[in-house]
């Protein structure tokens, strides 16, 4: 299950966006971030595929779940205009943004590409 995660959350296991200006992963293996909430039909259904893909990679990529309901601020600091948006991080680099309820496969061939 991909872990759901605060803006505290967030600026100690991702970015600490409010102290850093340069983009700085803090995390030890790469990361997927799910910007969601409750309310929208294309979230929930991706949010099976999240958590099939957050096993499938376990160990390998984190999978952590942002309800944009909950942190606007954590949302604005990253330019969320649509939901859902996944948030792609590699170990080095900077991340990516993509926006939609991406099928499986896409998903995975964007993971094994830019993340492992």
């Given at each position: 299950m991909?872990?759901?995660?605060?803006s505290e959350d967030?600026?100690?296991?991702?970015?600490?966006?409010?102290?850093?200006?340069e983009?700085?992963?803090e995390?030890?293996?790469?990361a997927?971030?799910d910007?969601?909430?409750?309310?929208c039909?294309?979230?929930?259904?991706?949010?099976?595929?999240?958590?099939?893909?957050?096993?499938?990679y376990?160990?390998?990529v984190?999978f952590y779940?942002?309800?944009t309901?909950?942190?606007?601020?954590?949302?604005g600091?990253f330019?969320?205009?649509?939901?859902?948006?996944l948030?792609f991080?590699?170990?080095?680099?900077?991340?990516?943004?993509?926006?939609?309820?991406?099928?499986?496969?896409?998903?995975?061939?964007?993971?094994?590409?830019?993340l492992?």
């Amino acid at each position: 299950m991909a872990e759901q995660i605060t803006s505290e959350d967030f600026k100690a296991k991702v970015f600490d966006y409010e102290n850093n200006k340069e983009w700085k992963y803090e995390g030890d293996i790469p990361a997927v971030i799910d910007f969601y909430a409750d309310w929208c039909q294309p979230c929930k259904m991706l949010a099976p595929t999240i958590d099939k893909l957050s096993k499938d990679y376990d160990g390998k990529v984190n999978f952590y779940k942002v309800n944009t309901e909950n942190e606007p601020e954590l949302s604005g600091a990253f330019g969320i205009q649509s939901i859902p948006s996944l948030l792609f991080i590699p170990m080095e680099g900077q991340p990516q943004m993509a926006a939609g309820a991406l099928p499986e496969t896409q998903l995975k061939k964007i993971i094994d590409e830019n993340l492992l």
